[in-house]
């Protein structure tokens, strides 16, 4: 059976492609059915915008960030995640050409999406679709929701190897993970919204142990470990203690989780 590489699959040029009459019948269905969604080879040349949009929809739904960071903390003026060299210390205005326009007063709404984009984006690349998910998850435990929601944020793997100082920042700790330098009770996890349960011992694995970031993160001054994080440096090793609360997180600016539950209950 001689069969040809073509950039369009299940699409016949002649008799390129030769197959019994009999598998041609049992299969050509669902061949057409798997790779053109829409139905049918022909309609897939017909259709090839509203497929590639589709791939590029997929992308964009991608919860890498693909704007600049610091935008962010132009655009809501405060010094987010508290580095000395982020632009906003000395450029107070906004991003863009109409950063410096005068800003009027926020609505009740505007106030509440400024605290869920604040809180969001502190955690560096979380998708919407993410943070909503630990919004519905926190509104499901029993107590104050908002309470909750800071509790599971803080137990994403990234943030607990964020918050033990093994990386320099939020968005290094998410890249740490994703690239597999990091052990959960012995094993591999590279997944940065995994959720770290109390007791659970996080890891820098043997062979990353000596990357300069490592190194330059546990002797940086500028930041502390909270008391429910049990670091050890010298181990590179982290545990969870115990489930943090709003006032025990140490959040460079003001958080307001209960205008992001008001947001999204609204």
């Known amino acids: 059976m001689l069969v040809t590489v073509s950039p369009f699959p299940n699409f016949k040029r002649g008799n390129t492609l030769r197959r019994n009459s009999l598998s041609d019948r049992e299969t050509g269905e669902k061949e057409s059915r798997l790779h053109n969604p829409i139905g049918g080879q022909r309609n897939f040349i017909r259709h090839w915008p509203l497929f590639l949009f589709f791939e590029l929809e997929c992308i964009a739904k991608m919860s890498n960030r693909v704007s600049s960071k610091y935008k962010l903390d132009r655009r809501m003026g405060e010094n987010i995640w508290g580095r000395p060299k982020s632009p906003v210390n000395r450029r107070e205005y906004g991003p863009g050409q109409h950063g ?121 001054p500028e930041r502390d470990v909270p008391d429910y994080i049990d670091a050890d440096h010298k181990k590179l090793t982290a545990k969870l203690v115990r489930i943090p609360l709003l006032a025990d997180v140490p959040y460079p600016v003001m958080m307001e989780p209960n205008l992001v539950i008001e947001f999204y209950s609204s």
């Open 100 to 220: 410096q326009r005068r800003k009027g007063k926020l609505s009740d709404f505007g106030t509440q999406l400024r605290a869920k984009q604040k809180l969001k984006g502190y955690y560096g690349s979380i998708s919407e679709k993410q943070f909503l998910a630990t919004y519905k998850e926190a509104s499901r435990i029993k107590g104050n929701t908002a309470e909750n929601l800071i509790g599971l944020l803080e137990r994403r793997l990234d943030a607990v190897v964020y918050r033990a100082k093994l990386v320099p920042t939020v968005f290094a700790a998410r890249q740490f993970v994703n690239h597999g330098h990091v052990l959960v009770n012995g094993k591999r996890v590279n997944v940065p919204s995994y959720r770290v349960q109390i007791d659970d011992v996080v890891e820098v694995r043997q062979k990353s142990r000596e990357m300069g970031l490592v190194l330059e993160a546990i002797q940086s």
